[in-house]
């Protein structure tokens, strides 16, 4: 499932291919806005926020996208055919290239001022340039009694950090996901960890938080189950967690994140 860094990578990609040039042509494949057309209008630029993306366009209008759990924006050359089979759910293009949003979870086109509707509700954005970690402990915070696993899920606390980087960040600080939030001494160490990770992830595909690239080597305990902790040996534990409907599943090592 794509995660902060992922949605920052897909921003940096249609910036490349869409900013400061004209539509030719747009294909919304949702009822909703099957007869929109944007062509004409130039685009401005795509931001992401969190796990959203943002495309701004001439006149006032913000094409909102969301990968969810296995959306993805392909960059090609104008007008090649898509490959048969991928559920193209919105094309951008332009003379010279064209975005193809496949399984896109969320396509909406609304007003650029109404933007705040959509994105309002996020707390700071991990890799955003106005990321916050006291803002985000504050709202972590607000809540105490919640679990820590969810909280770092709950986009309104800090936006950006989806199955992956919770597993490897609770691991890291060695806190067992079931903690209170208001049980953690150190959550502005633990935010700051997890942006790190994002961080250092944005530039290139996959994730990486053992510092080691090799395909096998790059995470700690997600993807791990039943395998042996890098650090302990213990079998990493798998189990869900949280009322959300998609993002639940959470690994751990139970010696080395202890109740
Ligand atoms: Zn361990």
């Avoid at 919770?166 to 502005?188: H, N, Q, S, Y």
Wanted: a positive charge; glycine letters at 10%.
């Amino acid at each position: 499932m794509p995660e902060g860094d992922a949605v920052h990578r897909a921003a940096a990609r249609l910036r490349g291919a869409l900013d400061g040039r004209v539509l030719t042509r747009s294909d919304f494949r949702v009822p909703k806005h099957a007869t929109a057309d944007l062509s004409g209008r130039a685009v401005v630029t795509t931001l992401s926020r969190g796990k959203h993306l943002l495309t701004r366009v001439e006149g006032d209008l913000t094409v909102h996208t969301h990968l969810r759990m296995d959306g993805s924006w392909q960059i090609q050359p104008a007008g090649r055919r898509t490959a048969p089979g991928d559920l193209v759910r919105l094309v951008l293009a332009n003379e010279q290239w064209q975005a193809v949003g496949v399984r896109l979870g969320m396509v909406d086109l609304v007003r650029t001022a109404d933007e705040a509707r959509l994105v309002g509700h996020l707390g700071p954005d991990l890799l955003g340039p106005d990321w916050d970690p006291d803002e985000a402990v504050r709202r972590l915070r607000a809540a105490p009694d919640r679990t820590i696993g969810e909280a770092l899920l709950d986009q309104r606390n800090l936006a950006g950090i989806g199955t992956i980087y919770r597993a490897e960040t609770l691991f890291l600080r060695g806190i067992w996901p079931w903690k209170r939030v208001g049980e953690i001494e150190d959550l502005r160490g633990l935010v700051s960890l997890a942006q790190r990770l994002l961080e250092a992830n944005k530039g290139h595909a996959g994730t990486v938080t053992t510092g080691d690239r090799r395909p096998a080597n790059q995470t700690w305990v997600y993807g791990r189950a039943g395998r042996p902790c890098r650090r302990c040996g213990t079998r990493i534990s798998r189990g869900e967690m949280g009322a959300q409907p998609q993002e639940r599943l959470i690994l751990w090592c139970a010696d080395c994140q202890p109740r």
